[in-house]
């Protein structure tokens, strides 16, 4: 099982470009979310989905937009970048229903917004 | 708002000292906490939680709700504990247990030969 995949793994844009950076999981988990990762900041919740067809705002939501295409995929979109958003992308997976669930994350998507 | 305080941004320690990582919690009951660790060029991992009541490579953590702390702790560090490690907490919506976690904002650990 390769866990929780992202890609790209570096991306770099200018400002206003748009890019959508994506996750798939194979351990047929529920929930799926993205994080941040700033220094200084730890993590910061993004978006999540608790299960397929359902999404919710994290802490940080602002400027970006995600798609749960199935129950596998949770895609992160950055329609108009801005230097703000360079960060690292976290994805991870979790089977769900209960707090006290593992969460398993991606290698990240280190991104650059010149 | 849940947070989770991590008051070191950076510690140091000699290898065989005792180590020590402080966590915070606001208070809200009885929580549910973790400690993850993000190794070099690794990714995150969970390392230990306290419903668990476990040890994981020599680390334990124990819940002080007099204190609202889960420090993390080892008796004698090895240079392989280098890492960051991030306490966390299930987000506001703990009954249902999929709103992601809130993160302290992490320790970076070096342990010196």
């Known amino acids: 099982n390769a866990g929780v995949t992202q890609t790209p793994k570096f991306q770099v844009l200018k400002t206003g470009q748009s890019m959508t950076l994506q996750c798939a999981q194979d351990?047929?988990?529920?929930?799926m979310y993205w994080y941040r990762q700033d220094p200084g900041m730890g993590l910061r919740l993004i978006y999540y989905?608790?299960?397929?067809?359902?999404?919710d705002k994290g802490e940080v939501p602002n400027g970006y937009n995600v798609s749960r295409l199935n129950k596998r995929e949770f895609s992160l979109r950055l329609e108009s970048a801005a230097p703000s958003q360079t960060s690292v992308y976290f994805c991870?997976?979790?089977?769900?229903?209960?707090?006290?669930?593992?969460?398993?994350f991606g290698p990240g998507t280190r991104l650059t917004v010149t | 708002a849940q947070r989770v305080t991590q008051p070191e941004k950076l510690l140091s320690v000699f290898k065989g000292a005792p180590v020590e990582l402080k966590c915070n919690y606001s208070y809200s009951g009885s929580p549910e906490l973790f400690w993850y660790v993000q190794y070099s060029r690794q990714r995150l991992q969970l390392l230990l939680r306290?419903?668990s009541r476990e040890s994981i490579k020599g680390f334990t953590a124990d819940l002080n709700k007099g204190e609202t702390s889960f420090h993390l702790k080892k008796p004698f560090a090895q240079e392989e504990d280098s890492a960051m490690y991030y306490c966390?907490?299930?987000?506001?919506?703990?009954?249902?247990?999929?709103?992601?976690?809130?993160f302290g904002k992490g320790t970076h650990l070096i342990i010196q030969p």
């Open positions: 989905s608790a299960s397929e067809g359902t999404t």
């Open positions: 351990m047929n988990h529920n929930s």
């Open positions: 966390a907490r299930p987000g506001p919506d703990s009954g249902g247990g999929a709103d992601g976690l809130t």
């Open positions: 991870a997976s979790t089977e769900g229903g209960t707090a006290l669930s593992e969460q398993y």
């Open positions: 306290h419903i």
